[in-house]
């Protein structure tokens, strides 16, 4: 197989067959945070039509204010966790591999929402990005038991049987709210400047990595992006860049997901880098790539009703071919068309299909 894409990945236990990854997309189909045999058989199907590694839909963490939505699935309680063994020995059962993102929304959850509608909603610092103070400040205290909710899920993880766990740091949630000087204004060490903001998600890793296997890899999900802002950057070069990703190296993380919207977007000047190229060539840790693969529109254009095109990807074999990048993320490709994967390993390019957004209510 010349195709970068179908070469063997291996990163401690987790052994897969190529560097296909489904990206994680939220669907809202597990009435009471629990997932049914529905959501077993979409993560399955795409297992069995060459997709290396499952990332599922981000699933909440044991805090009442984690979700917006009711139909979210949770990972933790007995019934969610039975549902969720049941997803893993199905992907299992069709040759998969599969992780569980790990997920708290902080402020991106409104008041009065969720399936606990009376809960508060967690922040690093009680406030929006705009400044306005909306809920509670967290004590050191209250940031330790948030900590301590990522890594039980993380552990249960383990001991249902999944491959790797992912964290969700990424889009402005709440581990990216610490990360974000707009929302994070501590004088503690979980604030200050960008890696005292980087603390918390550092606790989060270490206290997982105590709850998982040596040989089971971790994985944090970051962006410099966020959903309330498309514009912010964390880090503006690339030694800022350095500094806030060695405090994961440095706690023990494995692999980085490096979240963009467009991957062939360069980012920073003088360099054709993308965000996964730069966090591969700073820490040495294999990292993801992701965004609008195969597809000629990005995700935010989707929620508004557009359709995509399906383009080339020599420019993505190219980037993988010279070692830009380890794995590659596939979104709304794969939840437009299962057997994307297959198609492509293939060479049944002529088959993908166009991206509609009937394909984000889909239950297959």
């Known amino acids: 197989m010349t195709n970068p894409m179908f070469k063997p990945f291996n990163c401690k236990g987790l052994s897969l067959p190529n560097r296909i990854v489904m990206a994680p997309m939220t669907r809202s189909q597990s009435p009471g945070g629990i997932p049914t045999q529905a959501v077993a058989d979409y993560y399955a199907r795409r297992a069995s039509a060459d997709v290396g590694l499952i990332i599922t839909e981000g699933t909440t963490i044991n805090r009442g204010g984690a979700s917006n939505d009711p139909n979210i699935p949770e990972f933790y309680g007995e019934k969610p966790l039975a549902g969720w063994k049941a997803v893993a020995d199905k992907v299992h059962a069709v040759g998969g591999k599969i992780a569980p993102q790990i997920w708290h929304m902080g402020l991106m959850r409104k008041a009065g929402t969720g399936a606990y509608p009376d809960a508060t909603s967690d922040s690093p610092s009680g406030i929006t990005h705009k400044g306005k103070l909306v809920t509670y400040v967290p004590s050191e205290a209250d940031i330790a038991d948030m900590v301590m909710a990522y890594a039980d899920a993380a552990g249960q993880a383990a001991r249902l049987g999944f491959d790797t766990v992912e964290l969700h740091g990424a889009h402005g949630y709440l581990i990216d709210q610490f ?174 299909e166009t991206f509609t957004p009937a394909a984000l209510e889909s239950l297959s």
């Open 179 to 352: 990360f974000w000087d707009a929302m994070n204004i501590r004088e503690d060490r979980f604030g200050g400047d960008l890696v005292g903001r980087a603390n918390f998600a550092a606790d989060i890793i270490r206290e997982c990595k105590k709850q998982m296997p040596d040989d089971m890899p971790l994985i944090l999900r970051f962006s410099q992006w966020k959903q309330q802002d498309y514009t912010v950057r964390l880090a503006d070069t690339p030694q800022k860049l350095e500094d806030f990703l060695r405090v994961f190296v440095d706690a023990g993380i494995d692999i980085l997901h490096c979240s963009q919207r467009r991957f062939w977007e360069t980012e920073f000047d003088g360099s054709d880098l993308n965000l996964a190229g730069w966090a591969k060539k700073l820490t040495g840790l294999p990292t993801i790539s992701v965004g609008s693969v195969g597809l000629s529109g990005d995700f935010i254009g989707s929620f508004g009703g557009e359709t995509s095109k399906t383009v080339p990807l020599e420019q993505l074999y190219e980037r993988m071919e010279r070692g830009e990048f380890d794995l590659i993320g596939i979104g709304r490709a794969i939840l437009q068309d299962p057997n994307w994967a297959a198609k492509v390993k293939a060479d049944r390019m002529d088959e993908l």
